[in-house]
């Protein structure tokens, strides 16, 4: 038998939901089955540990880049003061500025506004042109009708398809197996590309796992 989510699960992870994605969780069912994710609790659990610890419990749809002065050089010391060559006062408070430049000429950005067109979005924060680009190819994979979503980025958050790019994104990378495995380091590592935020997605593990056991 399938696992369930429902309506009542995703008030008690998230009670400060953005409406589209309580909207698409509503409707989630039939795309977590499709994508093998309800299958068994363990794998329901890690995917809505990572999804939940990505969106900031359902409530961030877009990468968070307002950084103070501060705090930029140590998210990124290779490029601000004082290790890295940038003036972190010019990029502070301004996302656009800051996205284009720590994202341009990378991850298939080319275009002068693209770090900040194709910044983190969506349940598991696709991130860079490239990424939308492979979402469209995995997504139509299964939806044949599925956005471009170079062309509509913001596709990525809406309630029609966030959870679908989630689902594809996770098949793809082969984390329903990591997650029969019960290793939230490998998922970690397939859906962040590092160990960013582990002890968090830990936490966020053990209340998915409390309520999908």
């Given amino acids: 038998m399938t696992v369930q989510i429902t309506d009542q699960n995703i008030a008690l992870l998230a009670?400060?939901?953005?409406?589209?994605?309580?909207?698409?969780?509503?409707?989630?069912?039939?795309?977590?089955?499709?994508?093998?994710?309800?299958?068994?609790?363990?794998?329901?659990?890690?995917f809505m540990a990572q999804v939940l610890h990505e969106s900031g419990g359902l409530a961030i749809?877009?990468?968070?880049?307002?950084?103070?002065?501060?705090?930029?050089p140590k998210v990124w010391p290779s490029r601000f003061q004082p290790t890295g060559p940038l003036n972190p006062g010019d990029y502070a408070h301004n996302p656009q500025r800051l996205a284009n430049e720590v994202y341009g000429k990378r991850m298939g950005n080319t275009g002068p506004d693209d770090g900040f067109t194709y910044r983190g979005r969506g349940l598991l924060q696709l991130t860079g042109k490239d990424s939308y680009g492979?979402?469209?190819?995995?997504?139509?994979?299964?939806?044949?009708?599925?956005?471009?979503?170079?062309?509509?980025?913001d596709a990525v958050i809406a309630a029609d398809w966030c959870v679908?790019?989630?689902?594809?994104?996770?098949?793809?990378?082969?984390?329903?197996?990591?997650?029969?495995?019960?290793?939230?380091?490998?998922?970690?590592?397939?859906?962040?590309?590092?160990?960013?935020?582990?002890?968090?997605?830990?936490?966020?593990?053990?209340?998915?796992?409390?309520?999908?056991?």
């Fill in 61 to 72: 749809q877009f990468e968070n880049l307002n950084y103070s002065a501060d705090r930029l």
């Fill in 15 to 46: 009670p400060n939901a953005r409406s589209s994605y309580r909207e698409a969780f509503a409707n989630a069912q039939p795309v977590l089955d499709q994508f093998g994710i309800s299958d068994s609790p363990l794998r329901m659990a890690h």
């Fill in 164 to 213: 679908k790019v989630a689902a594809a994104e996770w098949q793809q990378k082969g984390c329903n197996e990591k997650a029969d495995a019960d290793s939230i380091t490998q998922v970690t590592k397939a859906i962040n590309g590092g160990l960013i935020g582990l002890a968090e997605r830990k936490e966020w593990l053990k209340r998915t796992q409390a309520v999908w056991s």
């Fill in 134 to 153: 492979e979402a469209t190819r995995i997504v139509r994979g299964s939806f044949p009708d599925a956005p471009d979503f170079v062309q509509a980025p």
